[in-house]
């Protein structure tokens, strides 16, 4: 039998613990860092500052004395305690994956939002996994595979395992609660294809299954069910189940589980085409050249698919008689130069979650031009000459205005000149920013482009 003195010893030291421990909270530099519960729901929760490890080595040492059948856990550096979590954080939040968080200080009711919102439901006796909620005593824990055997943060003393009725918290009104979420894949599902879903199987409870539009629910009542996609629908759908638990006499828990959202999909989405794309800019041109390089670009709706699930075709010209066709059967991204001026048929087709789509099919114009730009030096460092070069026997006319445009890459517009005569002028790049620009000539109806590379001066 313990001695009187040494239950008034242990009575003042508690007493004097929880004192310091409600001083502490007032004394740290503490930052609010709010969380979410499943069903997405905020709830107001704080990044803590740690305690000394004096202060952590003096609470680990009390409380092994005081409750020697209770197992400290680790936490960091070799303590149990510690400030950065306490019992709600720990079992709500950061046994979910959740990053240390401190929910509700002193007796505040943040936690409380778990177990109304519908993340959570409460059963009436305990379940392995689940949680524990202290009425008596604003506490929160997590069971164990062992009957009357917990897990929790004793405020910002040890993480311990201990049995149900040896915490500073009392034994009076628990309440016990699982979790209401859904098991089941949220990938794409085709269009006649069925899939299961399960929730916690309760003991007595009612299960009321809803689903979204292109889904059929195939059985309800259970804590399990399946659905089959309709094969008329291409959409975003959803599943959710409403759970009934019975918690004795005509008292019962309802609450309906965060739902898993997914696609349904009649075939595979078509993909579309975007391009020509410059590779010196990165920028989109509507007038590509013959002979020069240009990539294309898959859009789609899966952005996670790998190169190989996408096939390319590139037919030339009506009439061009090149004896061939260009095939490309991978990458999101393609590069391609055109040998003839003429129109391009572009076709792709994407292998998705649903197999093959059909061909999307596009089609781009690729210019001729019989005058190219010329740069006089190229790279340069404080200016260039540039001149518009006729091909193929073509002349330069001598009394046509032409207009020039030099842009950064970033669309910046550098430099502007119109009203400009023969065929060459000088472009001064002194104080520019080494790096590609895009230079941009307008003759007679024409636009030419070409690509100027501004090196450092390096004295």
């Known amino acids: 039998m313990k001695s009187t003195y040494h239950i008034k010893y242990t009575k003042v030291l508690i007493i004097f613990l929880f004192m310091s421990f409600c001083l502490k ?17 905020p709830v107001t929760a704080w990044i803590t500052d740690e305690s000394s490890e004096a202060t952590r080595a003096s609470y680990d040492n009390y409380w092994a004395l005081t409750r020697p059948d209770a197992d400290q856990i680790e936490t960091y550096d070799g303590f149990s305690s510690t400030r950065r979590f306490n019992c709600h954080g720990y079992a709500w939040h950061i046994i979910e994956g959740g990053s240390d968080r401190w929910i509700g200080y002193h007796y505040t009711t943040e936690e409380d939002i778990y177990m109304t919102d519908g993340s959570y439901v409460q059963v009436v006796n305990e379940m392995y996994p689940g949680k524990v909620s202290w009425g008596s005593g ?30 500073p918290f009392g034994t009076t009104n628990l309440k016990y609660y699982v979790s209401t979420s859904i098991s089941g894949s ?28 292109g889904l059929t ?23 959710e189940v409403e759970i009934t638990s019975p918690l004795g006499g005509s008292n019962e828990d309802v609450k309906t589980s965060p739902r898993v959202g997914f696609w349904v999909w009649v ?3 078509i993909p579309g085409i975007s391009g020509a794309y410059d590779p010196a800019c990165h920028c989109q041109t509507f007038m590509p050249e013959v002979g020069e390089e240009y990539y294309f670009w898959a859009l789609t709706e899966n952005p996670s698919t790998n190169n190989s ?24 991204k393609i590069y391609f130069t055109a040998p ?10 994407q292998n998705w979650t649903c197999g093959w789509s059909s061909f999307a099919e596009e089609y781009r114009e690729f210019f001729g031009f019989w005058f190219g730009l010329l740069f006089s030096p190229n790279p340069t460092i404080g200016e260039t000459t540039l001149t518009i070069e006729p091909k193929g026997g073509k002349a330069f006319d001598e009394n046509a205005g032409w207009e020039l445009e030099v842009y950064s890459q970033a669309y910046v517009l ?17 104080g520019w920013k080494a790096g590609i620009y895009i230079v941009r000539v307008k003759y007679k109806d024409k636009f030419l482009h070409g690509k100027l590379m501004v090196k450092k001066y390096k004295p």
């Open 414 to 430: 550098k430099e502007r000149k119109t009203k400009l005569r023969g065929k060459s002028t000088i472009i001064k790049t002194t």
């Open 186 to 213: 949220s990938s794409v599902l085709c269009n006649n294809s069925t899939r299961n879903f399960s929730a916690r199987n309760i003991p007595n409870a009612d299960y009321d299954w809803t689903v979204g539009p």
């Open 267 to 269: 075939g595979t989405p």
């Open 138 to 167: 604003d506490h929160s824990a997590i069971t164990t595979s062992q009957a009357g055997r917990y897990k929790s943060k004793w405020n910002e003393w040890p993480l311990m395992e201990h049995d149900w009725d040896d915490t």
């Open 25 to 41: 909270m007032l004394a740290y530099n503490d930052i609010q860092s709010n969380v979410k519960t499943p069903k997405d729901s």
């Open 340 to 349: 003839v001026e003429g129109t391009y048929t572009f076709m792709l087709k």
């Open 217 to 239: 629910l195939n059985s309800d009542g259970n804590y399990n069910t399946s659905v089959t996609a309709n094969s008329s629908y291409s959409c975003e759908t959803w599943i």
């Open 309 to 332: 699930d996408y096939y390319w075709k590139i037919y030339p010209p009506a009439g061009a008689n090149l004896g061939y066709d260009y095939t490309v059967d991978y990458g999101k």
